[in-house]
């Protein structure tokens, strides 16, 4: 199976998010594993701002907090851009995105797929 060049940012983001599931429960210092809360809020996310982006999603990494929430970053050299993606460990918690420039930076508390999606262009110079 080939994975097309125009898929590989949502292909990679995707199993980047999945690899979080695998391993261990804990560590020594926390939860090491991504919550229910969190893993569902992600993928809602990013399967929704594909939707309305196609194959100009861009690729992410993806790491786990102490406590079971999401982090998904997108970095540029190039642009020197990043956004950011926190998804928290429940719903009590503020999901927000973060985004920064090497002149200023900001947080966002509105985040829904359409807003993911606009930030996302953003970041690649759209």
């Not at 966002?108 to 797929?113: E, F, K, L, N, P």
């Amino acid at each position: 199976m080939t994975i097309s060049l125009e898929s590989q940012g949502i292909t990679i983001t995707l199993k980047r998010i999945l690899e979080l599931l695998e391993g261990e429960d804990e560590d020594d210092y926390g939860i090491i594993k991504p919550t229910d809360y969190a893993f569902k809020t992600v993928l809602n996310l990013v399967s929704e701002a594909y939707y309305l982006m196609g194959s100009s999603f861009p690729r992410a990494s993806a790491s786990c907090d102490d406590e079971g929430g999401i982090t998904l970053d997108w970095t540029s050299l190039e642009t020197e851009r990043q956004v950011s993606l926190f998804c928290p460990f429940s719903a009590d918690k503020r999901t927000y995105i973060y985004h920064e420039t090497s002149e200023e930076y900001a947080v966002d508390y509105v985040v829904s797929a359409s807003n993911l999606a606009d930030w996302l262009q953003w970041f690649r110079g759209e």
